[in-house]
């Protein structure tokens, strides 16, 4: 069975510039979540989808981060204006209940 | 609020020498305790789902173990590639995310 997918692997870019990540879930899991992965921290939600649906974004910093998960399969979640407190590893993660989460690679990303 | 701490931070062994790694949490109607492997440059692997207080679990050198207040992640014997940082994480009511520790780093040396 294929696992979580995302793209791209790293990413460097400038402060205020604008960034986006790709995450493909397991297929069939209805339920997928964004992380944030500061270094040498757990992970915290930023958002989770059941299907295309929002059911928690209370931690995501809506003036400059948004998501979306189309069609309930794929999701992109974008980053504008970045700021150099947003370097860190962007983990997605999906599940086929709201029970055990099974992680993909992450995105590396560095705001200089 | 819920809360999950890990101690210790950084752990080193020699290989061979067992020894644990503690998790302690405070969470309003515990869905189930996941403890995730982690090593450097990808995204943490699962390990364990604990549900109630008394349960066990075990995979290779790995065992996991939970009470009402905190879970233990017990190594027997490590080998250099039980290398990795450890997250401990708690589910709370149905249908919200994981809380998840800040880990401890495993060393061990051969």
């Known amino acids: 069975e294929a696992g979580v997918a995302q793209s791209p692997r790293y990413k460097i870019i400038e402060k205020r510039q604008s960034v986006a990540f790709w995450c493909n879930p397991i297929s069939g899991h209805a339920t997928l979540y964004w992380y944030q992965q500061i270094l040498g921290q757990g992970p915290k939600l930023l958002i989770q989808f059941q299907n295309n649906g929002v059911v928690d974004d209370s931690q995501l910093p809506k003036d400059r981060f948004s998501a979306e998960r189309l069609k309930g399969v794929d999701s992109t979640l974008k980053i504008q204006p970045a700021k150099l407190e947003d370097s860190a590893v962007y983990l997605c993660?999906?599940?086929?209940?709201?029970?055990?989460?099974?992680f993909g690679p992450g995105t590396r990303l560095t705001v200089l | 609020e819920d809360q999950v701490t890990q101690s210790p931070e950084a752990l080193r062994l020699q290989e061979g020498e067992s020894s644990s790694l503690n998790c302690s949490y405070t969470?309003?109607?515990?869905?189930?305790l996941f403890w995730y492997r982690q090593d450097p440059g990808k995204g943490p692997e699962f390990l364990f789902t604990l549900y109630s207080a008394g349960e066990e679990k075990e995979k290779e050198r790995l065992k996991a173990t939970l009470t009402k207040k905190e879970s233990f992640l017990h190594i027997t014997a490590p080998k250099p590639e039980d290398s990795a940082t450890y997250l401990c994480?708690?589910?709370?009511?149905?249908?919200?995310?994981?809380?998840f520790g800040k880990g401890t780093t495993l060393s061990v040396s051969s």
């Open positions: 993660a999906s599940t086929p209940s709201t029970d055990t989460q099974y």
């Open positions: 994480a708690v589910g709370g009511q149905a249908g919200t995310a994981l809380i």
């Open positions: 969470v309003s109607g515990l869905r189930g």
